[in-house]
């Protein structure tokens, strides 16, 4: 069974950083689209940042701050945020897809930006 466990979000002041992971509990070699999407109050997910074929894309919204990466020794997706603003406020969650069209969510951690 293919589970995904997000951590590293929490309170972080305007213009700060927070790296969030994502352990999934089997190899990721066999996925090729990891990415990280969020849900703020009263809005709809959105996508944030993407790894589609070894290639990151990202929403406009967080182009030049947010990085995603992987690691494939440590089953684990990141993605580094930094210059966070109060509009990154939200709940993060991690999905990962293969060439089947299998999607796997995360439960999500919540980032609030806030001084």
């Known amino acids: 069974q293919v589970q995904l466990v997000e951590s590293g979000g929490g309170l972080v002041q305007p213009g700060g950083s927070l790296l969030l992971s994502c352990g999934v509990s089997v190899s990721i070699y066999d996925f090729n689209v990891m990415g990280w999407h969020r849900q703020a109050p009263g809005k709809e997910r959105e996508l944030v940042a993407i790894?589609?074929?070894?290639?990151?894309h990202y929403a406009d919204s967080v182009m030049g701050r947010f990085a995603i990466s992987r690691d494939y020794s440590k089953n684990t997706v990141y993605l580094q945020m930094n210059i966070l603003k109060p509009e990154d406020t939200a709940v993060y969650y991690c999905?990962?897809?293969?060439?089947?069209?299998?999607?796997?969510w995360g439960q999500g951690t919540q980032v609030t930006v806030s001084s």
């Open positions: 790894i589609r074929d070894s290639r990151p």
């Open positions: 999905k990962i897809s293969n060439s089947l069209g299998n999607e796997y």
